[in-house]
């Protein structure tokens, strides 16, 4: 119990408890609204402290078996923030614009993203200087563009194992393409959205800075351990591997003098079949 204190005094902390005017709230919220102050809605930090646990468990899980986690947030105050955390774990985002049909239309997001790697093979090999100068312009322009709607996804070759996403309200085009394809959606819940087309839902000021900084701290934190385990997991069999290899070795050795023993004629065969002779 005093650890939950110590992590709900942390998220108290951060501001994460701070909900929207009580005007604005989304009725499917209030298992999560603690009380009404001066007009603004106040979140039950414990119910935040224990749905951000069960969130980090399954993320875990997600980035232990190897499958992407994309991050989503467009929101000025969350980019640079999710781009760090999201990039320190090693996992695709969008900071801006989503583009329609990323994950529903993946197959055409892949072949933009393709275009873009053709460029830079374009320039090592040399066929990009052949181009005139107002041809390479244009094909700067458009790499440029590419990277920054697409530039974090490059690595992202299928579809992602989950979502997670800050602020549904705002991403709510993002919320209904991984709902169709049944993608596992994690997201920062204010009190003016609706929690319940979310998976999991982490009750949450989705507005404040510092808010999204400490949710995503643990989130991210969560994914390196998962990824962690998972890399420990692979070395672990190729030691056992290295270590049982002698052994064996030593195991056919014994079998193989075993059977020259057998098989071996004995002192007083060798004199039998002399005096034979």
Do not use: C
Not at 128 to 139: H, I, P, T
Not at 150 to 170: H, K, N, Y
Not at 188 to 199: A, G, L, Y
């Amino acid at each position: 119990m005093a650890n939950n204190n110590e992590q709900v005094k942390e998220l108290l902390d951060a501001g994460v408890h701070f909900g929207h005017l009580t005007r604005k709230w989304n009725p499917n919220m209030a298992p999560y609204i603690y009380m009404e102050r001066n007009g603004i809605h106040i979140i039950n930090l414990y119910k935040t402290a224990a749905k951000l646990e069960e969130a980090n468990e399954a993320l875990k899980k997600i980035a232990a078996s190897g499958r992407k986690i994309l991050f989503v947030a467009t929101k000025k105050q969350a980019k640079d923030i999710v781009a760090e955390k999201a990039g320190n774990a090693n996992m695709p985002y969008i900071t801006e614009r989503w583009p329609g049909g990323m994950l529903t239309n993946f197959v055409t997001i892949r072949k933009a993203v393709k275009k873009m790697s053709l460029i830079d093979r374009s320039k090592e090999d040399g066929t990009f200087n052949a181009l005139s100068k107002k041809e390479r312009l244009a094909v700067d322009r458009t790499r440029a563009k590419l990277e920054k709607n697409l530039g974090s996804i490059s690595d992202m070759t299928r579809l992602p194992g989950a979502l997670f996403v800050v602020d549904t309200t705002r991403e709510h085009i993002a919320v209904k393409e991984a709902l169709k394809l049944k993608i596992p959606i994690f997201a920062m819940v204010d009190t003016n959205s609706d929690p319940n087309v979310i998976d999991y839902v982490i009750p949450s000021n989705d507005d404040a800075s510092k808010s999204i900084d400490k949710i995503m701290t643990s989130v991210s934190n969560a994914i390196i351990e998962g990824l962690s385990d998972r890399k420990n997991g692979k070395d672990k069999p190729a030691a056992e591997e290295t270590t049982a290899a002698p052994s064996e070795k030593k195991t056919t050795r014994r079998r193989v003098s075993a059977v020259d023993t057998k098989t071996a004629p004995s002192k007083k065969e060798v004199k039998a079949t002399k005096e034979e002779e």
